[in-house]
């Protein structure tokens, strides 16, 4: 799910019209074409939308981050980061052993 079509998903479920998204932060015209993908969104500026309505900031991004299961290689880089953050040695080991197998990872992954 891209931030524009969460944005509408989230915006029609509370019934708000686009203005009432926009008001006092992006014109109507500016809000519109984000939710369209026409347009791309400042972190800050979609914070501030969020914030103003009282959406649920954590909960917005986890809806656009569900991507991962079209998405499986984030996953993996994922998976890599926190075991390293964790010096999970064991983990980082079983992860190499998937890559040389190649289950469900790139080819050119190298580690």
């Known amino acids: 799910m891209t931030i ?3 944005l509408k998903s989230l915006r029609l479920h509370a019934g708000m019209t686009q203005t009432e998204m926009a008001a006092g932060i992006v014109t109507e015209s500016f ?4 939710e369209r993908g026409v347009h791309a969104i400042d972190a800050n500026v979609l914070i501030q939308i969020l914030a103003k309505h009282h959406f649920d900031v954590t909960n917005f991004f986890e809806q656009i981050s569900n991507q991962q299961s079209t998405e499986p290689y984030f996953n993996l880089a994922g998976d890599i980061t926190y075991a390293q953050n964790n010096k999970d040695l064991a983990t980082l080991d079983k992860i190499k052993q998937k890559i040389e197998v190649g289950e469900g990872t790139p080819a050119m992954v190298q580690i």
């Open 31 to 34: 809000y519109s074409k984000v």
């Open 4 to 6: 524009g079509e969460a």
